[in-house]
């Protein structure tokens, strides 16, 4: 009986989901799908919430005042995103705070790119142009995806990212019409952002045990080699109209297929990098970890405070 | 694990005089003057809105998503209460 009755409540969901019909969070839904957005939604929180730490590095060293106010509206709004993040995690009944700790714990996983320094001026432009054009890429399909608050957090993510992208790029292309010196800091730049952008979009599909369910849930839309080619497409003729250069001697059009050929990644590189090995992981968790610690007495304050505040007004 | 966890609020924005306040997401605040300034900070950065309402979340009810069907269910089979249910001469006017 109770068999059957699940058995019956999943083919309704999966009925929902065929007809484009949103899940919203007190409607039914297989623990799966709900474990599935959790740790896909927290993941990507951490992301936002990370990806602060290479950019932050910058904002008192920025060339200029435009510059700087650019930097700092940009790394507020990261912030924002992984409230937005956090928020529609918790819709889903997750501990906001357990989610966090996992994340401290190395338990959860944040995206690998923020695991890469950013080592000149320049590379705040490529993470710009190329990071957040990734990531956008790939939050564009998220803004159709089947959990209500996950779909509409991405709607407004992606208004906002769009200024995100065209910074870094206009950065880039100063970069590039300056110095022989500048253009060569933007060409390193794109140098080492490439691969490691390209990276972001995860494992090729035939690698990716957990992607036909997420696209059978329409949680995912396309797929990480469909995003990827779709990034490659859109940013390699961005690079030529600046001058650079991208670093894949393998890289030319293919008339047959409409699409740039490219050459394979380097997933042992990918791998390293997700399994702690990058040049900065322990220093991104450990920033966190730290900010979380030092500011505890800030929240305790601040409850401190409301609690005198109520008491007050009530007495 | 942090022992005194903030109240969770929801946020409500009138993004434009003559318009209702619409549910644009949540957040975690001490009270409601923390709630309100945050809900600025990360809610109407672009200008979009001139109102903000924060309610602490623990105080919004609604109904059971499950029983839907049968608790919408009297609205959907009275049709008698749209006009379109009625027939009226061709050719009346201001009706
Ligand atoms: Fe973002
Ligand atoms: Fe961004």
């Known amino acids: 009986m109770r068999v059957l009755e699940s058995v019956e409540l999943e083919q309704k969901f999966q009925d929902k989901i065929d007809k484009e019909i949103k899940i919203e969070p007190n409607d039914w839904m297989p623990d799966a799908y709900r474990k599935t957005l959790i740790r896909q939604m927290s993941q990507h929180a951490h992301s936002e919430v990370v990806g602060m730490l290479p950019e932050a590095n910058w904002i008192t060293r920025a060339p200029n005042l435009r510059r700087k106010a650019v930097l700092l509206a940009k790394v507020q709004d990261e912030a924002g995103h992984g409230l937005y993040l956090y928020s529609a995690t918790e819709t889903l009944g997750a501990d906001r705070e357990a989610t966090i700790d996992d994340l401290h714990s190395g338990k959860a996983k944040y995206s690998s790119i923020f695991n890469y320094p950013a080592v000149s001026w320049a590379d705040i432009g490529a993470i710009g142009w190329l990071v957040d054009g990734a990531a956008i890429m790939n939050q564009v399909a998220l803004c159709r995806c089947s959990y209500g608050p996950y779909a509409r957090a991405m709607v407004k993510i992606c208004k906002e990212e769009s200024f995100h992208q065209r910074q870094g790029y206009e950065l880039l292309t100063t970069l590039a019409n300056g110095s022989p010196e500048q253009k060569q800091l933007a060409q390193e730049a794109l140098n080492r952002f490439w691969w490691p952008a390209l990276m972001m979009f995860g494992p090729n599909d035939d690698e990716s045990p957990n992607s036909a369910q997420s696209m059978k849930w329409k949680i995912k839309r396309l797929s990480n080699d469909e995003l990827r080619q779709n990034f490659i497409d859109a940013t390699v003729p961005q690079a030529e109209l600046i001058g650079l250069k991208v670093p894949d001697p393998n890289l030319k059009w293919n008339e047959e297929t409409g699409h740039y050929d490219f050459s394979p990644i380097n997933w042992d590189e990918f791998w390293q990098v997700v399994g702690g090995n990058g040049p900065c992981n322990k220093q991104r968790v450990d920033a966190r970890r730290k900010a979380k610690e030092n500011g505890l007495w800030v929240r305790e304050a601040a409850m401190a405070f409301a609690e005198k505040r109520a008491s007050r007004k009530s007495a | ?95």
């Open chain 2, 1 to 95: 694990m942090s022992t005194n966890e903030w109240p969770l609020w929801e946020v409500f924005i009138r993004s434009k005089q003559g318009l209702n306040h619409k549910h644009v997401g949540s957040l975690r605040a001490a009270d409601s003057t923390m709630a309100l300034d945050n809900a600025r900070d990360v809610y109407t950065r672009r200008s979009e809105g001139i109102s903000i309402w924060v309610v602490e979340s623990n105080y919004v009810h609604a109904n059971d998503p499950a029983d839907a069907d049968a608790y919408f269910e009297p609205s959907d089979t009275k049709i008698f209460r749209h006009p379109t249910f009625y027939e009226v001469h061709e050719g009346i006017k201001h009706m």
